[in-house]
């Protein structure tokens, strides 16, 4: 047992118990989402005391050195003093300058940020509907092309950030966003390698930006991608990416509908897993990005290592619900991306 000192209080710890869930407990109001290290919206400082090497996962070294953690994943061993970290640490301002619905549940949204943004395509940053309430959501933009950030919002049924943004939010409105984080992008390497890219839902978002990074920064290899979707009506950039195959011989794209009013040579209803089984013949040789549900990566990723595939070549983005404290609102946000790990 330890205890942590925030706001000249000093907090007893259990066994095992997390920063997070110990300033929770009392009744502090810390951001928070996914509970699992990755979203980092749960972001504080150490002022004294010893962070364990978990808490700082996935920070920049420049945060490390400055004593931030994530408090989800911290469980001290030692007294730590600990405070909240100034909100615009991680944080500016973006403006709203385009929504489209691209599905009757999927709304493109286009932020400007008014800083430079640095980011991969396949990265996911948070928006922040308050000071505390956010939600991760991918980025399907590519820096060197797109002069916005471009985000593919589901909406989740009592979702308090999707509705926000599907109902609420306008053209013109000014949001705060999170730095970009995640390691499920294009890393520039191996032009010639088969490269496939298979995820449901919108995790089709990250998928298209690192298909589209990979072609700008001359990928030469086949690239394979692979949507998969309940209905018709889910492939929600379906035309879009035929035109892409059409304008590109090496990028390749299959679709995997389960409820198919019918099928044609761009409709197909084999599952997803068995479609990425039969494109990565020798998947030892292929780069492979997962991303959506979550038991849809984790099945397919032990697929493709028992196929032959390493998994040092595996990245993904499973999509998580987030933590809510309050039940009934189980806002979805998506893009936990752990590379090779962590689904
Ligand atoms: Fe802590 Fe997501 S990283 S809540």
């Not at 499973?318 to 404290?325: H, M």
Request: glycine letters at 6%; proline letters at 5%; one cysteine or more.
């Amino acid at each position: 047992m330890s205890h942590i000192i925030f706001d000249d209080q000093r907090i007893e710890l259990d066994e095992g118990q997390t920063v997070l869930s110990g300033l929770l407990d009392h009744h502090y109001d810390i951001p928070n989402s996914c509970r699992s290290g990755v979203c980092q919206t749960c972001l504080m400082q150490a002022v004294d005391g010893e962070i364990p090497e978990i808490a700082q996962v996935g920070l920049k070294d420049t945060l490390k050195a400055q004593g931030y953690f994530l408090a989800c994943s911290c469980v001290p061993q030692t007294p730590l003093r600990v405070v909240t970290t100034q909100a615009d640490v991680l944080r500016c301002s973006a403006t709203v300058i385009n929504q489209t619905l691209l599905s009757k549940n999927v709304l493109r949204l286009r932020l400007k940020p008014e800083h430079t943004y640095e980011y991969r395509a396949g990265q996911y940053l948070t928006v922040w509907k308050t000071a505390t309430i956010g939600r991760s959501y991918s980025l399907a933009s590519v820096a060197e092309l797109d002069d916005f950030l471009e985000l593919h919002i589901r909406r989740i049924p009592n979702g308090i950030v999707s509705n926000w943004l599907h109902d609420t939010v306008k053209t013109g409105d000014i949001l705060q966003i999170q730095a970009a984080t995640g390691n499920c992008f294009y890393i520039p390497g191996s032009p010639e390698q088969k490269i496939l890219l298979a995820g449901t839902g919108t995790g089709l978002a990250p998928l298209i930006g690192i298909a589209r990074d990979a072609l700008l920064q001359g990928h030469t290899g086949d690239i394979h991608l692979i949507h998969g979707a309940t209905q018709m009506d889910d492939l929600y950039l379906h035309q879009a990416l035929l035109d892409m195959a059409m304008q590109h011989h090496q990028f390749h794209y299959h679709t995997s509908v389960l409820q198919a009013d019918h099928v044609t040579p761009q409709i197909s209803t084999v599952p997803l897993e068995q479609q990425s089984i039969d494109v990565a013949v020798n998947p030892a040789d292929w780069r492979i990005y997962l991303c959506g549900d979550v038991n849809m990566i984790n099945g397919l990723k032990r697929k493709l290592f028992i196929a032959g595939a390493s998994m040092n070549n595996i990245y993904s983005d499973p999509f998580v619900g987030s933590v809510d404290t309050n039940p009934t609102n189980p806002d979805t946000h998506p893009n936990i991306d752990i590379k090779v790990e962590q689904a």
